[in-house]
C-alpha cells in the first residue's frame, strides 16, 4: 500500500527500477482498467495506446446493454456506482460483488479461458 511519493522516493533510493509502461502510457497501472474511477475520455486514451483493451470494454458494453441494462449503467466508467465495500485483490476502493458488470466480466474470463 506504497503512495506514488513512497514509489518515487524508492525509485530514487534504489536507482534504475523499471516503470509499467501501461503507467506512461495511460496514468495507471492498468492492472483492472474496471472503470471505476474513470474519468472523461479515459475509454479514448487506452484505445489510443491498447486498443483490444477498448475493444474487450466495448464488447462488455454490448453484452450489458443486450442484458437489459440500460445507460448509464451500461457504459464502462459511468461514474454513477455506490459506494463499496469489499476490494480486489489490486483494488484500493471498490467492489466487485455490488458492480452490475461483474457477472458479464466472469462470463467473458469463462470464455477466455475455455
Not at 2 to 27: A, E, I, Q
Not at 47 to 73: F, K, W
Request: net charge negative.
Amino acid at each position: 500500500m506504497w503512495t506514488k511519493f513512497d514509489m518515487n522516493t524508492y525509485r530514487l533510493m534504489m536507482g534504475d527500477v523499471p516503470v509499467n509502461m501501461v503507467s506512461d502510457h495511460v496514468g495507471m497501472s492498468g492492472e483492472c482498467l474496471c472503470g471505476a474511477f474513470a474519468k472523461p475520455g479515459e475509454l479514448e486514451m487506452i484505445g489510443t495506446h491498447y486498443p483490444e483493451a477498448r475493444e474487450q470494454i466495448e464488447a462488455l458494453e454490448r453484452d450489458v446493454r443486450a442484458a437489459g441494462h440500460q445507460e448509464p449503467y451500461c457504459t464502462w466508467g459511468h461514474g454513477q456506482g455506490e459506494p463499496s465495500y469489499k476490494t480486489g485483490a489490486m483494488c484500493t476502493s471498490c467492489n466487485l460483488d455490488t458492480d452490475p458488470l461483474w457477472e458479464i466480466i466472469e462470463q467473458q474470463i469463462d470464455r477466455s479461458a475455455a
